[in-house]
């Protein structure tokens, strides 16, 4: 017999570490996702992947509901419109900029890269939500980006050609987004800037207000979704996109996992955290994505150097600094 009253928020053995270890789980996770993705991305557009794995996750959270025993929330009108911006930023904008940056740095770089969103989240919260910074915090910063600029600006073989087929000349004189590595460097910023916005919203959505983290995933997506089928649309019209139909099992099957562990779990986890521990700590624990993805990428045979493994650790030292030293 199923016990309809389960705590969905996924409660562990250590309840008081809830939040932190939901929140390393969904690093885990992400980096495992984030690995497929990158494959995934050969294949077809950002746009079409973020609305497919999206769609996925969507319907496990609509099969997840009735076991959960809770069906319509009531939330107020605050909450749900800070969950659904935080959907349409973070999850609309920020995830097809993030799996763009993935098909032109890997997912490696594209996570360490990542590690710069606490340090904005601090940042926006200190704004919007008046959370001090003392000056351990502005080391940690400091740190932060020290170290992931020790990875993005480790140059391989690799970089020099794009998954789309454009080759990176080294020209100097080129345009400077003319090159897949510098499109990447973009793309991954603008993900890192709507992830930490995102968290922002989301956790000022939680603050002394009881909201099922579970339903905060599904809000999140629903409105991400939203936006993307329209943006999907109008780009259509313009003729500048072109989707890819997708006739392989092992493709879908690839997604469908993917999109299980990252997006499903992987933001209900999201949620879960930012729910039970600070924004900030939530958010420093979800960067230990490098640590994870650095082995998953040398099991599929990529080479991982010393400086990329030196890189990421200073990187994830200065997030410590940020939130634990205050």
Excluded at 4 to 21: K, M, V
Excluded at 201 to 227: G, K, M, Q, T
Excluded at 234 to 260: C, E
């Amino acid at each position: 017999m199923i016990d309809t009253n389960f705590n969905i928020s996924l409660t562990f053995p250590l309840t008081d570490f809830q939040g932190e270890i939901a929140a390393l789980s969904a690093a885990f996770l992400w980096a495992v996702a984030s690995t497929i993705y990158g494959r995934l991305g050969e294949r077809i557009p950002p746009l079409q992947l973020n609305l497919l794995k999206g769609i996925i996750a969507i319907a496990f959270l609509l099969l997840t509901i009735p076991i959960a025993g809770e069906w319509l929330p009531n939330i107020a009108l605050l909450p749900l419109c800070l969950l659904l911006t935080s959907g349409i930023v973070g999850i609309g904008l920020g995830d097809t900029a993030f799996l763009a940056a993935i098909n032109y740095l890997g997912a490696r770089r594209v996570l360490v890269m990542g590690t710069l969103a606490p340090p904005i989240a601090a940042v926006l919260a200190l704004i919007f939500l008046q959370e001090k910074i003392n000056l351990s915090a502005w080391c940690g910063i400091l740190l932060t980006i020290i170290g992931v600029a020790w990875v993005i600006t480790e140059r391989t073989p690799d970089d020099r050609i794009g998954t789309r087929g454009t080759l990176d000349t080294g020209n100097v004189a080129a345009p400077l987004f003319a090159s897949p590595f510098w499109r990447g460097i973009g793309f991954g910023l603008l993900a890192v800037v709507t992830n930490a916005t995102g968290m922002v919203l989301s956790r000022a959505a939680f603050i002394d207000r009881s909201i099922n983290p579970l339903w905060a995933a599904l809000l999140r997506l629903s409105a991400a979704e939203l936006v993307l089928l329209v943006w999907i649309a109008l780009r259509h019209r313009q003729g500048n996109y072109k989707g890819k139909t997708l006739h392989s099992r092992q493709f879908v099957m690839a997604a469908i996992f993917a999109s299980f562990c990252g997006t499903f779990l992987g933001i209900w986890l999201q949620q879960t955290a930012v729910k039970f521990t600070a924004v900030g700590i939530a958010t420093t624990l979800m960067q230990t994505s490098p640590l994870f993805v650095i082995p998953l990428s040398r099991c599929l045979g990529e080479r991982v150097s010393l400086r990329a493994i030196a890189g990421a650790l200073v990187a994830i030292v200065g997030i410590g600094l940020l939130f634990y030293l205050k």
